[in-house]
């Protein structure tokens, strides 16, 4: 099944089934370098309350924690597998009340308006076939000039991997800020850095990790 691209790209869409922990595990530690890049870019302070669109394994959430005091961090993915598999990661700060996790997709997010400083998603843009529709709940949820970071790699690294080619909506950075900024963001800052090289089925793969910073309008 590893070997099979279309049914890796359908599970990296929506882990399900037996696969989900595999995959989960695989993204755990293939992503591990944007995690790295993005928590270390935004802008998080004490009590700020954050949301997080499509956590995965949810293994980084302690390291978000650790960011700032009091702070408040939801987040939703539309994989059931993956709220079960990250709340037992994360059992103990979810005990505390500070980390909430929920079964639901960005394009309809169930909370009101006005509710997050800052929002984020790793990784999450490619399986979005409008991304209005994302992007307008986003900035419906967001503080005024709240903070949305999209965690991405480039068109032309994803195109590294074979799967990109089953339903994967893939963009160059500068496509996907034209995007944000025609949904009503103001981009206001980026960073990107090679992720180390690594070994994928023989291929010799380097990626390169971006974060976009967008405020909303
Ligand atoms: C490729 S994985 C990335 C997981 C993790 N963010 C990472 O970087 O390792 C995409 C994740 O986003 C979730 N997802 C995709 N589209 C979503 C949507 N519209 N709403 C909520 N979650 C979504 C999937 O279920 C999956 O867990």
């Known amino acids: 099944m590893m070997e099979d691209p279309e049914f890796i790209a359908q599970q990296l869409r929506k882990p399900s089934g037996d696969f989900a922990r595999t995959i989960a595990e695989k993204m755990g530690t293939g992503n591990r370098p944007l995690y790295d890049l993005t928590l270390d870019f935004m802008e998080i302070v004490n009590y ?53 996790l929920f079964t639901g997709s960005s394009d309809k997010l169930p909370f009101h308006e006005n509710t997050f400083d800052v929002i984020f998603c790793n990784m999450v843009i490619y399986f979005w076939d409008d991304p209005t529709e994302h992007l307008s709940e986003i900035k419906r949820v967001l503080k005024p000039e709240g903070m949305f970071y999209t965690g991405m790699r480039s068109r032309k690294s994803m195109l ?56 909303a309008r």
């Open 48 to 100: 700020d309350s954050i949301l997080e669109v499509g956590f995965g394994n949810g293994e980084h959430f302690s390291d978000l924690m650790a960011k700032a005091e009091h702070l408040q961090v939801i987040g939703i993915d539309y994989s059931a597998e993956m709220t079960a598999l990250a709340s037992s990661n994360n059992g103990t700060l979810i005990e505390s009340g500070l980390l909430k």
């Open 160 to 215: 590294q991997f074979p799967f990109t080619k089953y339903g994967f909506n893939l963009y160059k950075v500068e496509e996907w800020k034209s995007i944000l900024e025609s949904n009503g963001f103001q981009v206001v800052d980026e960073i990107q850095k090679k992720d180390p090289a690594f070994d994928d089925f023989g291929n010799k793969v380097q990626l390169e990790s971006v974060c976009i910073a967008a405020e």
